[in-house]
């Protein structure tokens, strides 16, 4: 069984539910030490019982990973603040990377390589101007560093690998507005990447947006089996987070969700809204041509603000326009109250 891989058609055909256990103790089995995780032996049930069947769609359990991408979404990052002599806001922030071991699925943990311990790191948000210092310390096992969208000086770009065990503080203000990424630089890019060191980055303009139901989501997925192709996609790292636990909203009541793409080894990914349009802005600056429309494609570190009001009360779903990466995962439900 060891020597065996799984592709995305296969768990499209197993059903979702079995082939977890089955790609995930594939994977974990042959790649990696880690411990409390299922072994494909346990799975042969699920294999031969859920053909066909998509049913961790229907999981209605919170797990840990669930609470993950539930907290991500609404959660940000200001850092510790201080008013300086100038008046100016100075604003730190505390980021370790950490190997941890991620639930994706019900059951299943990935071998992740993490910012502060989640699949997407922290939301980190500020305002045009701060002066910010990042407080980096890696206590992974691979070097590591953090390489952030924006205008600063070359170095503090995030280039210089920072080996395990060692700190280094990114120091820059806080330029241009609009919704940001970071993630890790180091060689190879995929890899570090693909295991999980990436996050939003949002820098507020000056003048204040207009008040909203403020939503935080990172398109990313996950390769099994280190074949270059993705088993498993998600929003916020678990997959169907948004099934069965819908996001819930009120009528009329203006949502702005912060969207980006992280996803590896696929060339985009995309967000299709059902029964609704929304205003999309590229890079979350004002200024940049927007669009109204119901769906939108991000290649990888491309992200936009998307915004959007629910004329009619009832579950709206949202989803992936890439019917294999939303039977992999990424699909989900606003519930309109």
Not at 200 to 216: G, H, Q, Y
Not at 282 to 303: H, K, L, V, Y
Request: glycine share 8%; net charge negative; proline share 5%.
């Amino acid at each position: 069984m060891a020597d065996k891989k799984i592709s995305r058609r296969d768990i499209l055909k197993i059903g979702t539910t079995g082939a977890l256990g089955i790609a995930g103790s594939i994977y974990l089995n042959k790649m990696v030490p880690f411990s409390n995780v299922a072994h494909a032996e346990n799975h042969q049930s699920n294999h031969q019982n859920h053909s066909g069947n998509h049913t961790n769609m229907l999981d209605t359990t919170k797990t840990e990973g669930y609470k993950m991408a539930e907290r991500l979404l609404t959660q940000f990052d200001y850092g510790k603040v201080t008013k300086l002599s100038d008046g100016r806001t100075l604003r730190e922030y505390q980021v370790a990377a950490v190997d941890k071991e991620i639930e994706i699925a019900n059951g299943i943990k990935f071998p992740g390589w993490t910012y502060n311990g989640t699949i997407p790191g922290p939301t980190f948000r500020c305002t045009e101007g701060d002066l910010l210092k990042f407080h980096f310390v890696n206590q992974g096992s691979h070097p590591h560093s953090i390489h952030f969208h924006g205008i600063h000086l070359p170095e503090m770009d995030g280039l210089a690998p920072i080996a395990p065990g060692q700190s280094f503080t990114y120091e820059f203000e806080a330029k241009p507005y609009g919704l940001q990424i970071y993630h890790c630089h180091v060689l190879p890019l995929a890899r570090h990447i693909h295991k999980g060191l990436y996050g939003n980055f949002i820098i507020d303009p000056k003048t204040p947006r207009e008040p909203a139901l403020e939503l935080n989501m990172v398109m990313n997925a996950y390769d099994l089996d280190l074949d270059g192709a993705n088993e498993f996609y998600t929003v916020n790292g678990y997959a169907f987070a948004f099934m069965n636990h819908p996001i819930r909203i009120k009528k009329d009541e203006l949502v702005r969700i912060y969207l980006s793409n992280l996803t590896e080894f696929d060339l985009l990914n995309s967000f299709h809204l059902h029964a609704n349009y929304f205003t999309y802005i590229p890079t979350g600056r004002n200024e940049n041509p927007s669009q109204f429309t119901d769906t939108i494609m991000q290649c990888q570190g491309e992200r936009g603000i998307l915004e959007v009001r629910f004329p009619y009360k009832g579950k709206y779903m949202f989803h992936a326009h890439v019917s294999e990466f939303a039977e992999l995962g990424w699909m989900g439900f606003f519930e309109v109250e």
